[in-house]
């Protein structure tokens, strides 16, 4: 298996455009999370879906972010507008659900700069 | 609350040498707790887990014993080697979710 993907790897955007993060997570997983991790913050759970649904958006900072699974293969994190504080790196995790204890398996992520 | 609580880095260390990444944590219940880590320019990637009081994990040489009565989950490596530069996050599984929560992060970096 691949593992799970994520792209662009990079991207470079400015202040007020929209941007879209994309993943796709390890076939028959059944999890799916979107973390972000800066200096400041370490690292943050966005949001998590279930077979496609999403659970806990809790960690979404604010109205400019959201999240969609639109089917088991493919997820997208978008923001807009963005700001230069959105500027972090942003990874997509997935795992299956085997009981309470199980690995969640990282991409590699995407790193954001806003200027 | 539920936290996790792990020693600021950077840790810098020569090869060969002994390894402690202190890991403490809040909790309600008995969490299953995680070490990962993170090399440069990848994602987090599972080291060890352990899921109950007196459980060690362990893997690639490093080890982790669950311990209750201390509210830890220590990371050890008797000699580490200069691939072992990466920062380590422990995490700990919330009870009755599939939310991680992690610290801070720890950076070792290890000289030749």
């Known amino acids: 298996d691949a593992g799970v993907i994520q792209s662009p790897r990079h991207e470079v955007t400015e202040m007020g455009q929209e941007v879209t993060l994309r993943c796709k997570p390890i076939s028959g997983h059944d999890y799916l999370f979107w973390y972000r991790q800066t200096m400041m913050r370490g690292l943050e759970l966005l949001i998590y879906?279930?077979?496609?649904?999403?659970?806990?958006d809790s960690g979404m900072p604010e109205d400019r972010f959201s999240a969609k699974m639109p089917n088991a293969s493919f997820s997208t994190l978008k923001i807009q507008p963005s700001e230069p504080r959105d500027s972090a790196v942003y990874f997509c995790a997935s795992s299956l659900a085997q009981g309470l204890h199980n690995e969640q398996f990282f991409g590699p992520g995407t790193r954001l700069t806003v200027l | 609350g539920n936290s996790v609580t792990q020693m600021e880095g950077p840790v810098t260390l020569s090869e060969e040498a002994f390894l402690t990444i202190n890991c403490t944590y809040t909790?309600?219940?008995?969490?299953?707790l995680f070490w990962y880590v993170q090399y440069p320019g990848e994602g987090l990637q599972l080291l060890l887990k352990a899921t109950k009081a007196d459980d060690k994990g362990s893997n690639k040489g490093f080890e982790a014993t669950y311990r209750k009565e201390t509210t830890s989950f220590h990371l050890e490596k008797g000699s580490v080697q200069v691939s072992d530069s990466a920062v380590y996050f422990c995490a700990r599984l919330t009870s009755g979710t599939y939310k991680y929560i992690f610290g801070t992060g720890t950076r070792l970096k290890v000289l030749a």
């Open positions: 879906f279930n077979n496609n649904v999403p659970i806990d």
């Open positions: 909790a309600t219940g008995y969490p299953s």
